[in-house]
T-cell receptor, first 111, second 113 residues
Framework: AQRVTQPEKLLSVFKGAPVELKCNYSYSGSPELFWYVQYSRQRLQLLLRHISRESIKGFTADLNKGETSFHLKKPFAQEEDSAMYYCALSPLTDSWGKLQFGAGTQVVVTP | DTAVSQTPKYLVTQMGNDKSIKCEQNLGHDTMYWYKQDSKKFLKIMFSYNNKELIINETVPNRFSPKSPDKAHLNLHINSLELGDSAVYFC????????????FGPGTRLTVT
């Protein structure tokens, strides 16, 4: 069975400091991985996905198949990055887009 | 021109009642989903429909019944509400396939007293 683990419930960083959100997964096949973000009073939205290899709002994530990780990184945190971040996995064999979410990490960026 | 909308935003009801949550998307997507977010903010898929056909049905009590009258709508009906049903319910839609972005609604906060 697939599983997504986000070990940090809360991450508090200072503005301008680097931020890294950890995500580990377990899945026997090849997964597609995503990061979704929920800003205060806004709906959940896609931040980035592995397949597109984009950098959004300064965030990047690298898939490490050896460590089964997909950590999210940003070199300089901004106050507007304060939000709830979810790592999610979708099996490549699943044509229906079934997403397995991690428990989420709340990021608080303080000035 | 909201992409995915849900009604109502808030729902407070007593145990044993039956209630429905409606979801509509105007993105032309074929696939729609229902997720439950518990008090610890954990998000879990409940159902998915593709072109009005049920394709994902996770281990959800039979009291929960989704209905899709057309591919732009996916409603969730809950019978005999229990305290443990209190949560935020999110609707989402996407094009068919694992790589496509899912667009989420604003959520419906259900409180069962």
């Amino acid at each position: 069975a697939q599983r997504v683990t986000q070990p940090e419930k809360l991450l508090s960083v200072f503005k301008g400091a680097p931020v890294e959100l950890k995500c580990n997964y377990s899945y026997s096949g090849s997964p597609e991985l995503f990061w979704y973000v929920q800003y205060s009073r806004q709906r959940l939205q896609l931040l980035l996905r592995h397949i597109s290899r984009e950098s959004i709002k300064g965030f990047t994530a690298d898939l490490n198949k050896g460590e089964t990780s997909f950590h999210l990184k940003k070199p300089f945190a901004q106050e507007e990055d304060s939000a709830m971040y979810y790592c999610a996995l979708s099996p490549l064999t699943d044509s229906w887009g079934k997403l397995q979410f991690g428990a989420g990490t709340q990021v608080v960026v303080t000035p | 021109d909201t992409a995915v909308s849900q009604t109502p935003k808030y729902l407070v009801t007593q145990m044993g009642n039956d209630k429905s949550i409606k979801c509509e998307q105007n993105l032309g997507h074929d696939t729609m989903y229902w997720y439950k977010q518990d008090s610890k903010k954990f998000l879990k898929i409940m159902f998915s429909y593709n072109n009005k056909e049920l394709i994902i049905n996770e281990t959800v009590p039979n009291r929960f019944s989704p209905k899709s009258p057309d591919k732009a709508h996916l409603n969730l009906h809950i019978n005999s509400l229990e305290l443990g049903d209190s949560a935020v319910y999110f609707c989402a839609s996407s094009q068919q396939g694992w790589s496509y972005e899912q667009y989420f609604g604003p959520g419906t906060r259900l409180t069962v007293t």
